[in-house]
């Protein structure tokens, strides 16, 4: 017969009886949030703007709030177990929270292959059927074992088996994190880069040299945005748009470091490594350097780890800053979830993607943020000698979540989210004018990379997203907006830095740029950046098409 009674000994056998309760809390509470968000660093390190060290006490505090909270709660059972004389209360209790604990544990270790991207596109999680039906398989037969244990070797003997295994999983996780830890260098004090806002609202009535960046912007798309609405007939005048540009790199990561050093990435070595040297080795910041610039950044997650050769003015160094624990607590929480939730209920994690960014008082990339600056607050403060200013703004990037009128909203369309894009540049623009600080800036506004609507995509789609928009203005320029179809690289970028800064019109700039030409671009799938490939194309940027692969292959090398 099944010992259903309890026991009242002392203080060592109630810590024997609630033994089982506390040590699955434990090792369930350790895997959530201990090794989850150690493991998420360790293996995306270079992801992320902040070391180790920042994130490990505000991870503590959190493991420690659920697994002190759980095992109040079991404790709290186990004495109304006592006096109700029935272990079974306490013991089923258990079993339940062991059953859900394997559940998450296969999840978030064993079927996480089939997550999506977290790069802010739409989840359609309707498609992850058949990981439903696996998931139910699972916690089905995890249930009848559970139960046929129960019953064949009793409760006791069944909670304590339970505790004898979560003991197991937590060697296990253990052993992983540690070797993740000496592989991935974990502990390594990185020293990023970190854009605060400071000087964002100044301006040199001397010289200026501001590049904008929006995300995700199309050429096309942006063509028929300002073509087609009024708003937008004169607030592009002065530049010159080069609508057959071809970006290098499709996604952000590359694109941002390739664009201001000129230093290509061909996975030689690691990307924090190469964001380092490119950017310390930048011939921009050097030409830059050479006349005098103040050199401002403001980038929500800007990847430039360890000494700085140029001195970034709104730079505090990430050493310097620590984490809002109510941002962290909220990104953290959405990733567990996302992770180790079955398939029908990560939807209700709310993740699009990781915004850590939003954990110190760092710049705000956000579309909406930034054009309500530019209106509410369009005084600049104004000063002498020259600067420069890189601005990287939210742009077109997904989720597709604002109109044309830079209201968030649930789902919109890329034609709103362009047309709130092109506002924010022609605000942009009108406050430069407003400060009598235009004429004698040089202006660059660029996208990282195009973009391919999710509703549309062909095989290899990816090479659709290589067509950026590229308008410039010259100091002191001055006609209307001229459209330039000159067959335009971003490997063209710093010669043409270099002739703005000796005072070239935006005319005169890529007089190589001219057909028959033959462009470069290196590809690479999102989240797999360890592998990529390089393609020319001596077709129009829209051609995508007419891409062909030219057999070199950088990967990573394995450690």
């Known amino acids: 017969m099944a010992d259903n009674s309890v026991k009242q000994g002392g203080a060592k056998e109630v810590v024997k009886q609630l033994a089982p309760g506390w040590i699955i809390s434990f090792v369930c509470c350790y895997m959530l949030f201990i090794y989850e968000p150690l493991m998420m660093y360790g293996t995306n390190k270079d992801d992320f703007w902040f070391d180790f060290g920042i994130m490990a006490a505000p991870t503590l505090k959190i493991f420690a709030i659920f697994f002190f ?29 062991f059953v859900a604990f394997a559940l998450l544990y296969v999840q978030g270790n064993v079927l996480a292959g089939h997550l999506p991207a977290l790069d802010g596109s739409f989840i359609d999680w309707g498609a992850h059927t058949s ?40 060697v296990m996780l253990t052993v992983s994190l540690v070797t993740t830890a000496v592989q991935k260098d974990l502990f390594k004090n990185k020293n990023n880069l970190i854009s605060t806002t400071e000087n964002f609202n100044g301006a040199s009535k001397d010289k200026n040299f501001f590049i904008f960046m929006v995300d995700s912007q199309s050429a096309t798309e942006f063509t028929e945005v300002i073509s087609n609405q009024e708003q937008f007939s004169h607030a592009f005048d002065d530049f ?9 790199y499709a996604y952000t990561r590359d694109s941002v470091p390739f664009v201001l050093s000129g230093h290509l990435n061909k996975n030689d070595e690691g990307f924090g ?32 780890y360890g000494e700085k050769d140029f001195d970034i003015k709104n730079n505090p160094g990430s050493n310097n800053v620590s984490l809002k624990f109510g941002e962290y607590f909220e990104n953290e929480m959405r990733y567990v979830w996302f992770k180790y939730l079955p398939y029908a209920f990560k939807k209700y994690s709310g993740i699009e993607r990781m915004d850590f960014g939003r954990c110190i008082d760092q710049f705000n990339w956000g579309n909406d943020v930034l054009y309500k600056e530019f209106k509410n607050l369009p005084s600049l403060d104004v000063s002498s ?25 649930e789902q919109g369309t890329y034609a709103q989210k362009t047309t709130a894009t092109a506002k924010l540049i022609a605000a942009f623009i009108e406050r430069l004018k407003a400060n009598g600080v235009y ?40 006609h209307d907006l001229e459209y330039s179809d000159k067959p335009v690289s971003y490997l063209d970028l710093p010669g043409a830095y270099n002739d703005l800064l000796d005072g070239k019109q935006s005319s005169e700039l890529f007089t190589d740029a001219e057909f028959p030409r033959t462009r470069t671009v290196i590809w690479y799938e999102i989240y797999k950046e360890e592998h990529m490939v390089e393609y020319q194309t001596d077709g129009k940027a829209t051609e995508w098409d007419k891409f062909h692969e030219t057999g070199n292959v950088f990967d990573l090398p394995k450690n």
Request: net charge negative; aromatic share 14%.
């Open 69 to 97: 909270g759980a095992a109040a709660v079991f404790t709290g059972l186990f004495f109304l177990t006592r006096r109700v004389k029935d272990a079974r209360i306490y013991r089923l209790t258990v079993t339940v929270v």
């Open 131 to 170: 990981d439903n039906l696996i998931t139910l398989a699972i916690l089905v037969i995890l249930t009848a074992a559970a139960v046929f244990f129960c019953v064949k070797g009793g409760l006791k003997k069944f909670v304590n088996f339970a505790a004898c295994v979560s003991l197991a999983v937590f």
């Open 240 to 248: 010159t748009y080069y609508t057959d540009t071809l970006s290098t």
């Open 273 to 304: 490594e190469y964001s380092e040297r490119a950017l310390n080795d930048s011939t921009l910041f050097k030409a830059l350097d050479e006349r005098d610039y103040d050199l401002y950044l403001y980038d929500s997650e800007f990847d430039w």
């Open 385 to 409: 000698g020259a600067q420069f200013r890189f601005i990287h703004a939210e742009g077109a990037h997904v989720p597709l979540d604002m109109d044309e009128n830079m209201n968030r909203i």
């Open 439 to 478: 004429d004698n800036s040089v202006i660059v506004i660029m996208a990282d990379h195009g973009y391919q609507p999710a509703k549309n995509k062909p095989e290899n789609y990816i090479l659709s997203r290589f067509n950026p928009i590229l308008l410039i203005k010259g100091a002191g320029e001055k």
